[in-house]
Structure formats: C-alpha cells, structure tokens
C-alpha cells in the first residue's frame, strides 16, 4: 500500500515548474532549428512537384483508424493540412508551425503557441511521414507533452512580462507535475525497447554491431580515431551501448545512480553525434534527461553554477 | 597562499553545504505540496496514456514468430502476445495514431543495417538523348550540407526498401523528370533509378579496402506526360 502511495506521490505530487519551463525553452528551440532545416527544401517535401505529393503521401500512413474491426467507424488522424495540394498553402502552414516553434521557445503566449505547434508537428508528420526519423517522433511527442504541461509557468516570457506587470510571484509557484513524468518516462521508454529489440540481434549479442554502421558512409560525419573501429573496442561499444541503454531505460530511475546513467547517455550520445550525421538526435534526447529532476534541483544545480563560475553568491547566502 | 587556498576550500565546502540544503528540500517535499488532489479523470488518462505507449513501443517478435512458423522463444511469447493482442486492441492503436503519440524505437536494432546505398538515375528524353539526375549522395557532401540534406538519405532509405515501399518508386521517378525537364519539346520520357550498393565486409573478413559500389537499375519510370505539362504549366504541341 505504501508503494503504491508514493508511486502515486511521484507521479501526482506538485513541485517548481522551473524542470519543464528548461526544457520547453531548449526543446522548443532544437523544434525550431529541426523545421528551419527543412524550409529550403519543403517545395521537395510536400509540394505536388517534389517526391512526396499529397496523394502519395497519404498511402504513406492510412489517414484514417478503423474504429471497428470491419471498418465501419473511422477516427480521423489529426492533420490539418490533409488533402491540400497547394504549394501557397502549405508554406502558410509551414510558417505558422515555425512561428510557434520560435514562440514555443520564447514562452511567448505559450499555451496557445504550443498547441499551434502540436497540431502543426502531428499533421506535418502524418502528411510527411517517409522522411521521419528518431529525432523527429522525440519533436512530436515532446510538442505534445508541452502543449498539455504548464509548460510556460518558469523560462518563459509570459512569466518575465507578468512578473513585471506585477501579476506574478517572484518565485513561480508550484504546478502539477505529471506531464514531467510522462517525459521522463517516455524517455526510459525509448531506451529500454531499443535495448529489447536490439536484444534479438545476432550482431549485439556477439559484440560486433558497431563495427557496421561505422562503415555505412551515408552517416559519415567527423573521422573517428581507427582504433575505435577496430576490435576488441568494437566489442566495448556494442555491448556499452547496449548497457548504457538498458540503464537509461531501467536503472534511471534508482537516484544514486541517476547522473552517472545520465551522464553515461551524454557520452554515448556525444560520440554518435560527433561521429555519425544524425541531426539534432543527440541533442533532443539529452534535452529529455533534465525531466529526470526536480526543479528544485536544477534551480539549486543552477545557483551552484552562479556561485562558482559567476562569483554570485547563494541565494540563501546573499 | 595559504590562507587562499583555505578560503577556496571554506568556498567550496559552503557551495556544498547549500547544495545538500537545496537537495534536503527536494527529497521532503512539504506535505502541503504533495497533498493537493488531482482529478481521477488525470490519474486515468495518465494510467491509459502510459500502458498505451508502453505497448506500442515494444518491439514486434520476428516475421516468422509472429506468422507461427517458428516456435516463440523466451521473450518472444510475452511479445507475440502484446502485438497480436494488446497493441491491435483498437483503443490503443487509435489512441496513439490519433493523438500523434505513435512511437517505434528500433535504432540500429535488431541489428544495424549492412548495406551501404546511394542511387542517381538516368533520363531519357523525347528525342533519345540522355542525362544524369544526381540525388543527393551525403557521403560527397561537405559537413553543413550533408546536416541539411539527411532527410533524403531517409527518403531512399524508405524507397530502397523494395519490400515495403515500392509504391514510392512512381512519385520519386514523376519528381525526378520534373526536375530534369526544361524543354517542352523535348520532354524527359523515361527515368531510370539505379542504386549504388556495398555490402559492409564482415567484421571477421576485412578486405585491405572497401569493394567497389555495384550499380543495378531497379526501377524504370515512363513518365506521365499530362503530369508533367501540367506542373510545368506548359501547354501541348509544339512550342
């Protein structure tokens, strides 16, 4: 029965609503610089013209969900931009979505903007979905999460004009924190079924898998020292891969371990993307760790920061 | 110096000091803080919310598995199971396409591709002459372009797939002649996709260096002609 209290407590409790304004601000901002790197080339992308016209792109995904096993209930997917051809329209749309990623970011009328910016992600996803990697289902999740947190309650704009106008409190007051908990579990989530499924294949289990796909020279990025791809470190990075990812999706969640799993993720992170073109992956999973704590803690973590590379003194201390 | 080097420590042990206290404050959060009610309207979403993606993310047991023609092992019942059962259950397939948290974590899993792929075509026009489309090959890129430029690599990912994805073939061939027209009487007529592919050598066999890529033309696209006038917004007959 007590564990089922403090699971609930966890899930349910209220605290600093700085954790999800950090990461609203951060997540936001990789969303933006995501839909930015696509504009020049969205003519290729959604345009009658390029490779993904709308009727191709709609056998992509079945636009609809059979509700009933004989299909006769359809549930529509959200896509605000199903069916529509023209090009002027779509950049509309495209810009909209890029507005309210930067607005997102900025905290600037932030529940309306990251709402905007969900339905836009969701359909720009469902209309686009042959183009999509991880990085882009962690943007789609994380608008949505964003959209249903009080995600513009601290780092936000709205906040800094309200405090000034005097209608808010100088310290943010506390909020609800199971949106926070869904990130975070959805972020242990993306690693312990990774970590399954590679679980089936031959090449993790015997240790050589990353000998692979640092030979598939479409990733190529910064050259690597050849050692690194050589054995016995092959088999060192494939099973701490598999390791590390099992821990992020497990061990996480046990807090005397919590940063050195965490900080175990930025360095394989930090290596894949310095090795490999995956773009902005890294970054958007690493941004999903800050859920892991407190605000409480990273106002603290923040402060501690000030004190000793800023010479500001503790706020207790001042 | 000394009595430098004590101030730092006295510094530091101080910083430390208010980084227990801020942590001791995290771990008894007030009561006030932890009894607030939340709806069971959001305890139920959240409960559904987090089994739905929990089963929808976990993996699917191989093809033979799952069409029964290999004996499940270990895991692979559980995982059987959750894909025949729990994940077609409607609610929670609908659930996650709808509200866009579909999600499908197979990173390099279960094993890393072992193929490496690039593709360009050929086009034939009207009058038999021919030129080459180069699509983007993110290995010759320089560094910021082959950032900008990824999604294309995902895109042939997608249409090398011949198993899955061969009704992308017709779109990507229309797009190609599309870019490659320039001249309304002498139309592109025929595309032809080739891809360039390597296989990885075995990590237990490795050749002093890579084998050459090996070209093989896997789709012939004849282009439809109305298609093509109408985006370019030329008019039939001679011009």
């Known amino acids: ?318 | 110096m000394a009595k430098s080097a004590k101030k730092k420590k006295t510094g530091n042990s101080s910083v430390k000091a208010e980084a227990h206290k801020a942590s001791a404050s995290i771990s008894s959060t007030t009561p006030a803080a932890t009894a607030k009610k939340v709806s069971p309207f959001v305890v139920a979403f959240v409960a559904f919310h987090v089994i739905s993606i929990t089963i929808y993310s976990l993996p699917n047991p191989s093809k033979p598995v799952l069409l029964d023609q290999v004996q499940p092992s270990g895991s692979d019942y559980f995982l059987k199971y959750n894909t025949k059962v729990f994940k077609a259950w409607l609610p929670i397939s609908t659930y996650c396409y709808v509200t866009g948290f579909w999600q499908f974590w197979d990173m390099f899993a279960p094993d890393p591709a072992q193929v490496d792929t690039w593709c360009d075509a050929q086009v034939t026009y009207f009058d038999g002459s021919k030129k080459m489309f180069q699509y983007p090959h993110i290995k010759e890129l320089p560094i910021p372009e082959k950032f900008l430029k990824e999604r294309y690599r995902k895109y042939f990912e997608r249409v090398n797939d011949d198993s899955q994805f061969f009704y992308l073939w017709t779109s990507f061939g229309q797009a190609i002649a599309y870019k490659m027209a320039d001249d309304p009487n002498n139309p592109p007529v025929q595309v032809d996709i080739t891809r360039h592919f390597i296989y990885v050598p075995r990590h237990n066999v490795v050749p002093d260096k890579d084998p050459p890529y090996t070209p093989y033309t896997f789709f012939r696209y004849r282009v439809d002609q109305s298609k093509l006038y109408s985006l370019k917004g030329w008019k039939y007959g001679l011009h």
């Open chain 1, 1 to 318: 029965m007590d564990s089922i209290r403090s699971l609930y407590n966890y899930w349910f409790k209220w605290g600093s609503p700085v954790t999800i304004g950090a990461f609203r601000a951060i997540m936001g901002g990789l969303t933006f610089i995501n839909f930015l790197v696509i504009w020049p080339f969205l003519s290729d992308w959604v345009s009658e013209k390029g490779y993904l016209p709308s009727w191709q792109a709609a056998t992509f995904l079945s636009k609809d969900v059979a509700l009933n096993a004989d299909g006769s209930v359809h549930i529509p997917r959200i896509d605000i931009i199903y069916g529509i051809s023209d090009y002027r329209v779509l950049q509309v749309f495209y810009l909209v979505m890029v507005i309210a990623a930067l607005m997102t970011c900025l905290g600037l009328f932030t529940r309306a903007s990251s709402i905007v910016l969900a339905l836009c992600v969701v359909s720009f996803h469902t209309r686009d979905s042959a183009i999509l990697h991880g990085g882009d289902t962690v943007i789609r999740i994380c608008s949505i999460y964003m959209a249903i947190a009080p995600s513009g309650a601290a780092f936000s704009l709205d906040r800094y004009f309200a405090v000034r106008a005097g209608r808010a409190p100088l310290i943010p007051p506390d909020v609800s924190l199971w949106p926070q908990r869904l990130i975070a579990y959805n972020c242990a989530i993306v690693y312990f079924t990774t970590t399954w499924a590679k679980w089936f294949g031959g090449l993790w289990k015997s240790g050589a898998a990353t000998w692979y796909p640092a030979r598939l020279h479409e990733f190529d990025r910064f050259p690597v020292p050849s050692f690194l791809n050589h054995f016995p470190m092959v088999k060192v990075m494939t099973w701490g891969t598999l390791l590390t990812e099992f821990a992020l999706g497990t061990l996480v969640w046990f807090k005397p371990l919590r940063k050195w799993v965490l900080g175990a993720g930025i360095l394989m992170h930090g290596y894949i993307e310095y090795s490999m073109n995956i773009p902005l992956f890294a970054y958007l999973m690493v941004t999903m760790y800050i859920t892991y704590y407190e605000g409480e803690e990273v106002t603290a973590w923040w402060d501690r920061l000030r004190a000793r590379y800023m010479k500001k003194p503790l706020p207790d201390a001042a």
